[in-house]
């Protein structure tokens, strides 16, 4: 199968103007409303959740055609925590992206977890998956003894599709921690992809972000899933070498895995970052897909 996807590959890069950009699938009998993103936090002290947020439609902004972004700011003070939701970003096809501040304004240290849950459709035998984070702590009470970001015996980040764990990043022992005069410390861009997925996506994909910090102190976390379908094998053979480059395209206008895809270099995740001197600049937050596909063929 790799190797006739290379074949195509191939065939893409010289026949990209055939390629075809179909209008956005949605489930039968469902609307945009039935795809917008969910997220909950936890503690440890607590076990139920002590944040809860659910998309409501008037409270996005459609940049292209089913990419949808937050326009403001929501901040939450649960008691145990300052929740500020900073970004969110989501996409049915799906892809989800989340920016998030936790400011632990107790006087303990603090188990945190976040569960970004974004329903998809996407019904294919098998995918593309690329997931990314970054994570930063700020000494915000500026105590001579400095802050810490643990992760709590797993690993920070975890992404899952249909509730099975595709991958991780920041495993044990990750930490972050300052010593005075500094009071900000990041762990600069950590992803994986993009990589083969042995199954499509039926309901939902879904972030879970975990760690400990401690007290009078703010951690700031963005991070990222995506899938990209890879057709049938027994759906290459159809449709012939001049039109292998429909393979790698997502479902509406403007969204092959060849062309350069602004939802996946995007000002809110880019801008964010670079602010507040998470990555370079010349470094992209997230990769195009483009060099997902060069990376997945080896070229």
Do not use: C
């Amino acid at each position: 199968m790799k190797k006739l996807m290379k074949v195509a590959g191939v065939a893409v890069v010289f026949l990209t103007a055939q390629v075809v950009h179909a209008e956005l699938e949605l489930a039968p009998g469902t609307t945009i409303t039935d795809y917008l993103p969910t997220i909950t936090a936890s503690t440890i002290a607590v076990g139920d959740d002590i944040y809860s947020y659910t998309g409501v439609l008037d409270q996005f902004e459609e940049k292209e055609e089913a990419k949808f972004e937050l326009k403001e700011t929501q901040e939450q003070d649960t008691g145990f925590g300052i929740i500020t939701l900073e970004g969110l970003a989501f996409d049915p096809d799906p892809s989800v992206f989340a920016n998030f501040l936790v400011y632990n304004n107790t006087p303990n240290t603090q188990v945190y977890q976040f569960n970004v849950l974004q329903p998809a459709y996407l019904n294919e035998l098998s995918s593309l998956v690329y997931g990314s984070i970054v994570v930063s702590l700020q000494d915000t009470d500026d105590s001579i003894d400095g802050a810490s970001l643990n992760d709590y015996g797993a690993s920070i980040y975890e992404a899952y599709i249909d509730g099975n764990l595709v991958d991780t990043l920041l495993d044990p022992s990750f930490s972050l921690s300052t010593t005075p005069p500094a009071n900000t410390v990041g762990s600069g861009l950590q992803e994986f992809g993009w990589n083969t997925y042995g199954a499509g996506v039926v309901n939902d994909i879904a972030i879970k972000i975990q760690f400990s910090l401690s007290a009078g102190d703010t951690a700031t976390v963005l991070s990222r899933f995506d899938v990209v379908a890879i057709p049938e094998p027994a759906s290459v053979g159809l449709l012939g070498f001049t039109t292998l480059g429909l393979f790698y395209r997502r479902r509406r206008k403007g969204r092959s895995i060849l062309g350069e895809t602004a939802f996946l270099r995007d000002p809110i995740e880019q801008t964010t970052a670079i602010n507040m001197g998470y990555v370079n600049p010349i470094h992209r937050l997230l990769t195009s897909k483009e060099l997902a596909r060069a990376q997945w063929l080896n070229f």
